[in-house]
Each structure stands twice: as structure tokens, then as C-alpha cells.
Nanobody
Framework: QVQLVESGGGLVQPGGSLRLSCAAS????????MSWYRQAPGKQRELVAI???????TYTDSVKGRFTITRDNAKSAVFLQMNSLKPEDTAVYYC????????????????WGQGTQVTVSS
């Protein structure tokens, strides 16, 4: 069984910073893409940033230059450094990892974290 556990959310003032962490554990063969999504109240879940196993990153336009996604392959972890936060960044943030397991090493499935609340408010 594979689990993703997130941490690092909270309340921050506009212009502040937060760092989200997400660690995968369990029966893991390989992790390919790792990513962060967010969902604001009344809105659809949207992709924030994605990082490939080789370290290539892609960001949604609204966070470019403010957010940085990184990963630690040895720890099966992904991070999201969020700077210059704005009220519109308020949302529940979810990490996602595309993982194959030893039982089916040729098949990759998406796994999600439980979500962590980020609130940007004065």
C-alpha cells in the first residue's frame, strides 16, 4: 500500500511564504511525475506545478516566479516553496505522485495526499 502524507500548510499574511512537503511511503517501485494541485472553495481542482523524475518543472501561469517545486528522490518527497503569497492562493493543496509498485512495475497509478489548507489573509 502506498501513502502520501503532506505537511506545511497554515495561515500566512499576504506577501509571506510557506513551504509544503509531501512524502510517499509504502511498497514503491518507481515514482515518475510528482505534482501539486490546489482547490479553492467553489472552484475545480487545478494543477499548480509538476516535476518529472529528471527534474523538469512546469508551473501554472499564476504562480510562475513565486512558487518553486523540488523533489528529493532518495526520500520519495516533493516540496513546494511558495513566496509572495496572495489571497487568491488560498486553497487546499494536494500532492500527487505517479507510482508503480513491485507487484506491477510496468503500470503507473496516481496517488494523492490528503490535502493541506493554505490560507493567505491579513
Amino acid at each position: 500500500q502506498v501513502q502520501l502524507v503532506e505537511s506545511g500548510g497554515g495561515l500566512v499574511q499576504p506577501g509571506g511564504s510557506l513551504r509544503l512537503s509531501c512524502a510517499a511511503s509504502g511498497s514503491i517501485w518507481r515514482i515518475s511525475n510528482m505534482s501539486w494541485y490546489r482547490q479553492a472553495p467553489g472552484k475545480q481542482r487545478e494543477l499548480v506545478a509538476i516535476i518529472t523524475s529528471g527534474g523538469t518543472t512546469t508551473y501554472t501561469d499564476s504562480v510562475k516566479g513565486r512558487f518553486t517545486i523540488t523533489r528529493d528522490n532518495a526520500k520519495s518527497a516533493v516540496f513546494l516553496q511558495m513566496n509572495s503569497l496572495k489571497p487568491e492562493d488560498t486553497a487546499v493543496y494536494y500532492c500527487k505522485a505517479d507510482i508503480s509498485t513491485p507487484l506491477r512495475p510496468g503500470a503507473t497509478f496516481p496517488y494523492w495526499g490528503q490535502g493541506t489548507q493554505v490560507t493567505v489573509s491579513s
